[in-house]
């Protein structure tokens, strides 16, 4: 069964550190991995999105890393700030005509001052 | 660019009512699409458009309609609301949706639907 799972559920973290989130996928065939910030009350927006070919790939503070042989990808936030606070999706796409997505339950982050 | 416009932003429904949630892109991207999201689960295709006049079924299919007769717009219709149906709903749009398409899904920032 195509599965994303995200670990860990919630996570509380002080204003200026460092965090990891983590996602494993099950999905086959795969065509590419994305990560999605979702502020309360608002839709998601991307982050970032690897093909298998790519290992990391950065945006600002955001910077995804994939292994395609393991299937697993993290998103590692650096110097958090406040407005990081956030659900943060991984969706992996298996690709075929319509890009069918598979969404993880994504990670609450909360960022404390 | 307004991006994907929902609207309304909350509704509130009796069991057996319908309702048209609306749904409006100006990046004129082909691919658009209809998810619900639930505590605890992923989001959940229910329609999607690969251009106008097309429209297909997603996941959770049962209990809407969908038209595209605009690359533009694309409405849902919840034909008799259920309390199951008690969702927040975004609409999505892309470039393209095939495998080679990498272009990033857009959201517009949801419907929150309450059926009583």
């Known amino acids: 069964k195509n599965q994303v799972e995200q670990s860990p559920q919630s996570l509380i973290i002080l204003e200026g550190k460092n965090c990891t989130l983590q996602?494993?996928?099950?999905?086959?065939?795969?065509?590419?991995l994305r990560w999605y910030k979702q502020d309360t009350g608002r839709g998601p927006v991307s982050l970032t999105i690897?093909?298998?070919?790519?290992n990391t790939k950065s945006n600002g503070r955001y910077t995804a890393t994939l292994d395609a042989d393991t299937k697993q990808s993290s998103l590692h936030i650096t110097a958090s700030q406040l407005s990081d606070s956030a659900s943060y999706i991984c969706?992996?796409?298996?690709?075929?005509?319509?890009?069918?997505?598979?969404f993880g339950t994504g990670t609450l982050l909360a960022v404390q001052p | 660019n307004a991006g994907v416009t929902q609207t309304p932003k909350f509704q509130v429904l009796k069991t057996g009512q319908s309702m048209t949630l609306q749904c409006a892109q100006d990046?004129?991207?082909?691919?658009m699409s209809w998810y619900r999201q639930d505590p605890g689960m992923g989001l959940r295709l229910i329609h999607y458009?690969?251009?106008?006049?097309?429209?297909d079924q997603g996941e959770v299919p049962n209990g809407y309609n969908v038209s595209r007769s605009t690359t533009e717009d694309f409405p849902l219709r919840l034909l008799s609301a259920a309390p199951s149906q008690t969702s927040v709903y975004f609409c999505?749009?892309?470039?393209?949706?095939?495998?080679?398409?990498?272009?990033?899904?857009?959201f517009g920032n949801g419907t929150r639907l309450t059926v009583t």
């Open positions: 999505a749009s892309s470039y393209s949706p095939g495998t080679g398409g990498n272009s990033p899904l857009h």
């Open positions: 996602c494993n996928y099950t999905v086959s065939p795969f065509s590419n």
């Open positions: 690897m093909t298998f070919s790519e």
């Open positions: 969706v992996v796409s298996g690709g075929g005509a319509t890009n069918k997505l598979i």
């Open positions: 990046m004129n991207h082909e691919y």
């Open positions: 458009s690969v251009g106008a006049g097309i429209t």
